[in-house]
């Protein structure tokens, strides 16, 4: 039996919460660019120092340490707490608990001091996974606790998600698996649509209950799809546990090979991060894998390695399953009974039923090997007892329940998640119509004020048209990169890939869908967004309609080295119509072989961003094509008419008819955010 598989456990930064190493290059690059000593470096340490937690804890700590100073000379304590929390984060991920709970406190008092609840919840719930750690779990549960009532004073939904899933993984190791599975699910239904890490982290530790219940196909389909999750999203923290995770049920269901391939990447990734606690769990599980191989010698190599670390660690309840396994190796040893004796005696500590039934199993054998049969049989009627403790049948019962509940729930979402979008979209339309009656409305009153109050008033009244033409040309672009069409057109193609029986097809379509529509809805409202912002929804746009038009056509974005899109500011979605046209009047006309090419460069200080399509081009002969691809020339057009009235000039677009296809160019007055 294998005891220590990972539980996935869910930080919250008071920042930034990816650990993606694509983030921590950007915001090294954004550091690097920043020299000055002041609030805006202070900001980017702590993203940078959160980020490192699941990449490299070490170098987090050292950069969380840098920020700990700035914030002291400048004096900010919101901040300096920041820095503290993402010091014991990393600490944490690094094993060093006691460490990890000092800087804990040192941030809850610092929140707590200048009123800062959202603050306090935060740093509560990373030191209630210290105290889960420390196998304290009648004081993680504390924690977690009153963090979550702040969390729901504050309406803070992704914290109530967070204190939901961290109380299933406090009940698991409890063995209450009903509570387990009813926490972990209703911390998901707080998750925000297209939080990948977060479903990850939610299928891992659902299939952490089956694997539990010994339901080992739903254990293992529950753990392969977070494992696909996490190596999409390079999340190798992620990885690594899953594949722990995916190793212990391959054993447990008699594949002790393949558990073994598992342990040993999920080992390889956890030296290259440096977490000591889930390098110990790697070794004995590895060590474990080995026994049941009759590799004795290599199996005790591993566990003392193992033991090592969990001793340094002071985790109670895997040093208890570590012990218990090193017994067992040598039943006949002297020092036997004392290994498992101690072992009880920490599993009680820590409150760890499974660890206390398997420790009185191994120590009924051994009292029988040495001819004590009365202890032996008391030895194994306490084993029974705890074990039906925890495998009776009404939590059997409930946790069927649980899943049936569950399933139901999940299709009912796909379909309510597409009844809301449409409606969604629909009270968009009105509130916008809305807003243009009372721009109207206002500007017929200034009208009419202007012709008593002469000339200042005149000026005013340009300054509303001015504005009504921007809210007007807004929602126009709004509906043209939402158009009925595309709607419609989307949610045919989920249905056509659930009546195919393709339910992963329709999953990935809808969660990119719904991820577009949320990205286009919020960044219609700014005036500016990053060119990342604004090509990722661009790249979300044409994924949908590669998939939806079975890669009809290929795609290429390129951006220029001298650009920096992290840094460039451009308008929103003023390339999609572009884009759109490309699709619709120009390579969806072609059997195959459709290209779109979308090149953004720096000349002569403008951002000039060229897309050319190999459809028909406007010298198709086709009048009505040419009229289709009008509509968004016209609408962005007024957008940048609008621009060059803000920039003093500067923005235009041209068109280039080419022996195949269409060019269109557009120019961009250069905008930084630094």
């Given at each position: 039996?294998?005891?220590?598989?990972?539980?996935?456990?869910?930080?919250?930064?008071?920042?930034?919460?990816?650990?993606?190493?694509?983030?921590?290059?950007?915001?090294?690059?954004?550091?690097?660019?920043?020299?000055?000593?002041?609030?805006?470096?202070?900001?980017?340490?702590?993203?940078?120092?959160?980020?490192?937690?699941?990449?490299?804890?070490?170098?987090?700590?050292?950069?969380?340490?840098?920020?700990?100073?700035?914030?002291?000379?400048?004096?900010?304590?919101?901040?300096?707490?920041?820095?503290?929390?993402?010091?014991?984060?990393?600490?944490?991920?690094?094993?060093?608990?006691?460490?990890?709970?000092?800087?804990?406190?040192?941030?809850?008092?610092?929140?707590?001091?200048?009123?800062?609840?959202?603050?306090?919840?935060?740093?509560?719930?990373?030191?209630?996974?210290?105290?889960?750690?420390?196998?304290?779990?009648?004081?993680?549960?504390?924690?977690?606790?009153?963090?979550?009532?702040?969390?729901?004073?504050?309406?803070?939904?992704?914290?109530?998600?967070?204190?939901?899933?961290?109380?299933?993984?406090?009940?698991?190791?409890?063995?209450?698996?009903?509570?387990?599975?009813?926490?972990?699910?209703?911390?998901?239904?707080?998750?925000?649509?297209?939080?990948?890490?977060?479903?990850?982290?939610?299928?891992?530790?659902?299939?952490?209950?089956?694997?539990?219940?010994?339901?080992?196909?739903?254990?293992?389909?529950?753990?392969?799809?977070?494992?696909?999750?996490?190596?999409?999203?390079?999340?190798?923290?992620?990885?690594?546990?899953?594949?722990?995770?995916?190793?212990?049920?391959?054993?447990?269901?008699?594949?002790?090979?393949?558990?073994?391939?598992?342990?040993?990447?999920?080992?390889?990734?956890?030296?290259?991060?440096?977490?000591?606690?889930?390098?110990?769990s790697d070794l004995v599980n590895i060590a474990v894998a080995y026994r049941k191989m009759n590799d004795i010698p290599a199996a005790a190599a591993y566990l003392q390695k193992g033991l090592q670390l969990y001793e340094q660690t002071n985790d109670k309840e895997n040093t208890a399953f570590t012990l218990i396994n090193l017994a067992g190796l040598y039943p006949h040893a002297p020092t036997t009974l004392p290994t498992l004796r101690k072992a009880l005696r920490l599993a009680e500590e820590a409150g760890s039923l499974q660890n206390q039934s398997l420790a009185w199993e191994t120590m009924s054998k051994t009292y029988e090997r040495s001819g004590r049969h009365a202890a032996a049989l008391d030895a194994y009627r306490r084993h029974i007892l705890l074990r039906d403790s925890i495998y009776n049948s009404a939590k059997t019962k409930e946790v069927a329940r649980q899943q049936i509940q569950f399933e139901f729930e999940k299709k009912e979402a796909l379909l309510k998640a597409a009844h809301e979008k449409d409606n969604a979209l629909a009270q968009a339309e009105i509130e916008r119509r809305k807003a243009i009656e009372v721009a109207i409305m206002a500007g017929a009153i200034i009208l009419l004020a202007a012709s008593a109050a002469g000339y200042a008033l005149f000026r005013k009244k340009r300054n509303a048209e001015f504005r009504a033409k921007i809210a007007d040309t807004e929602m126009k672009a709004l509906r043209a990169q939402m158009n009925p069409h595309f709607i419609f057109n989307s949610l045919n193609a989920i249905s056509n890939f659930i009546d195919r029986n393709e339910p992963q097809l329709a999953d990935d379509y809808l969660m990119r869908f719904s991820k577009l529509v949320r990205m286009i809805l919020e960044n219609s409202g700014l005036k500016e967004i990053s060119l990342t912002d604004d090509l990722q929804a661009l790249q979300l746009y044409l994924e949908l309609e590669a998939l939806r038009l079975k890669d009809r056509f290929t795609y290429e974005v390129k951006v220029d080295e001298a650009v920096d899109p992290d840094n460039t500011l451009v308008p929103p979605l003023i390339l999609q119509p572009f884009v759109e046209n490309s699709i619709w009047h120009g390579v969806s006309k072609r059997e195959n072989g459709g290209r779109i090419l979308i090149d953004i460069r720096q000349h002569d200080g403008k951002l000039r961003c060229r897309i050319a399509d190999n459809g028909p081009g406007r010298n198709s002969g086709k009048p009505a094509e040419a009229g289709k691809r009008s509509l968004g020339t016209h609408i962005t057009q007024s957008r940048i008419d609008i621009l060059n009235a803000q920039q003093n000039g500067g923005a235009d677009i041209t068109f280039t008819d080419m022996p195949q296809g269409l060019q269109v160019t557009v120019s961009l007055p250069l905008m930084l955010k630094f």
């Open positions: 039996m294998i005891k220590r598989i990972w539980m996935l456990v869910c930080l919250i930064s008071v920042l930034s919460a990816t650990a993606q190493q694509q983030a921590v290059d950007s915001l090294r690059k954004m550091l690097d660019g920043h020299p000055g000593q002041d609030t805006v470096r202070l900001h980017l340490l702590n993203e940078l120092a959160f980020a490192y937690y699941a990449v490299d804890p070490a170098e987090g700590v050292t950069i969380a340490e840098e920020a700990i100073a700035l914030a002291r000379r400048i004096d900010h304590p919101r901040l300096l707490a920041a820095a503290y929390n993402s010091k014991g984060t990393n600490l944490w991920a690094k094993g060093e608990d006691s460490l990890a709970m000092e800087a804990g406190e040192t941030a809850l008092g610092i929140h707590q001091k200048a009123g800062n609840k959202l603050g306090a919840a935060k740093a509560l719930n990373n030191l209630a996974l210290n105290y889960y750690n420390l196998s304290d779990f009648g004081k993680a549960l504390e924690y977690h606790e009153t963090a979550l009532a702040l969390f729901r004073e504050l309406n803070h939904h992704t914290g109530i998600a967070h204190s939901f899933s961290n109380m299933g993984v406090v009940y698991l190791s409890l063995s209450d698996y009903p509570k387990a599975l009813r926490h972990f699910l209703n911390g998901a239904r707080y998750w925000e649509n297209g939080d990948s890490a977060a479903l990850a982290n939610t299928y891992l530790n659902v299939g952490l209950v089956y694997k539990n219940m010994k339901d080992y196909p739903r254990a293992m389909q529950y753990a392969s799809d977070a494992l696909d999750i996490y190596v999409r999203i390079g999340q190798k923290q992620g990885e690594a546990n899953a594949c722990g995770n995916l190793g212990t049920i391959s054993s447990e269901n008699g594949d002790t090979a393949a558990a073994l391939r598992y342990y040993e990447r999920a080992l390889e990734l956890n030296n290259a991060i440096g977490n000591k606690r889930r390098i110990a």
